[in-house]
C-alpha cells in the first residue's frame, strides 16, 4: 500500500496540545505524510464534545478530499478518534495507531474522578476515562477499523507502583492499553508523557500505516 501524500491526523491527550505531537509531526512528513494537527481543549468538554470537535475539523480538512486519511493519536486523544469512528456510517478506510490508549480505562482516572479538586483542573473527560465496566471508554464497542495499538512499561511516577497492578508507563497499565479489536500490540520500554517523542516509536507508526502491522525485525529509528 502506497502512502505517499496521505493524511495524517494527529489527536493529543488529555491536557496536552497540538505542540506535544510536534517531533512525530516532523518524522511523518519526512516520510511523506500530510500531517494535520488537531487541537482540543482536553480538559472543559466531555467525550462526546470532543468527538463533536474532531468530526468538523476532519470534514474542514479532509471532507471532500479523495486521499486516505489516517490517525495517529495519544493518551485521551484515541479515545475521541475511537468514539469518532464508531459514529460513522461508512468504513474507516484509513489506519490508526493509538500510543497509550486506556483503551480499558486507567487506574489514575479513578483517582481523578474521585477528587473534586483534580476534576476540576482536568475537567469532564477524566471521568469518563475509569476502569468500571460502566465508564464512556468501557462501553466503546470493539474496533471495526484498522488498528495499532503501542504502549509503554516504563513509569517515572513513584504513585503509579501501588496505584496501578502490573507494568504500566505511569498512567495506564499495559493490560489496560488494549483496545478491543485492534489488529497489532506493541510494548516499548517507554514513559506515557514521551512515548510520541521516540524515534523507534515514530520507525512503528510509519510502518503499520504503510503495511497495517508493526516492523518486529528491525528497530531502525526514522
Known amino acids: 500500500m502506497s502512502t505517499s501524500g496521505d493524511r495524517v491526523i494527529l489527536v493529543h491527550g488529555l491536557g496536552r496540545t497540538a505542540r506535544s505531537m510536534a517531533i512525530l509531526a516532523t518524522r511523518l512528513s519526512r516520510h511523506g505524510f500530510r500531517v494535520v ?11 462526546e464534545a470532543l468527538t463533536d470537535r474532531l468530526a468538523a475539523a ?4 479532509c471532507g471532500t478530499a479523495r486521499e486516505t ?5 495519544h493518551s485521551m486523544g484515541g479515545v475521541i478518534v475511537w468514539n469518532y469512528l464508531v459514529r460513522r456510517s461508512l468504513p474507516h478506510r484509513g489506519r490508526v495507531v493509538m500510543l497509550s ?3 480499558n480505562g486507567s487506574e489514575l482516572a479513578d483517582v481523578f474522578a474521585d477528587s473534586a479538586l483534580l476534576r476540576s483542573i ?14 464512556f471508554v468501557r462501553q466503546l464497542p470493539p474496533a471495526e477499523f484498522r488498528l495499532g495499538v503501542i504502549t509503554g512499561d516504563r513509569s517515572l511516577n513513584p504513585l503509579s507502583a501501588w496505584l496501578i497492578p502490573g507494568p504500566n508507563d505511569g498512567k495506564v497499565a499495559v493490560d489496560r492499553a488494549r483496545v478491543p479489536g485492534a489488529d497489532d500490540f506493541l510494548v516499548v520500554s517507554a514513559t506515557h508523557t514521551f512515548i510520541m517523542n521516540r524515534a523507534d516509536v515514530a520507525h ?6 504503510r503495511d497495517g502491522s ?3 525485525t528491525s528497530g531502525e529509528p526514522c
Not at 494537527?37 to 467525550?47: G, H, L, M, T
Not at 486519511?69 to 493519536?73: I, P
Not at 482536568?122 to 465508564?135: D, F, I, N, Q, Y
Not at 512503528?204 to 500505516?209: G, H, S, T
Open 58 to 61: 476532519v470534514e474542514r480538512c
Open 122 to 135: 482536568l475537567g469532564p473527560a477524566v471521568r469518563e476515562l475509569g476502569t468500571a465496566p460502566g465508564s
Open 101 to 103: 490508549p486506556p483503551g
Open 204 to 209: 512503528q507508526v510509519v510502518a503499520f500505516l
Open 214 to 216: 508493526f516492523d518486529i
Open 37 to 47: 494537527d488537531f487541537e482540543y481543549p482536553s480538559r472543559s468538554e466531555s467525550i
Open 69 to 73: 486519511v489516517h490517525f495517529v493519536t
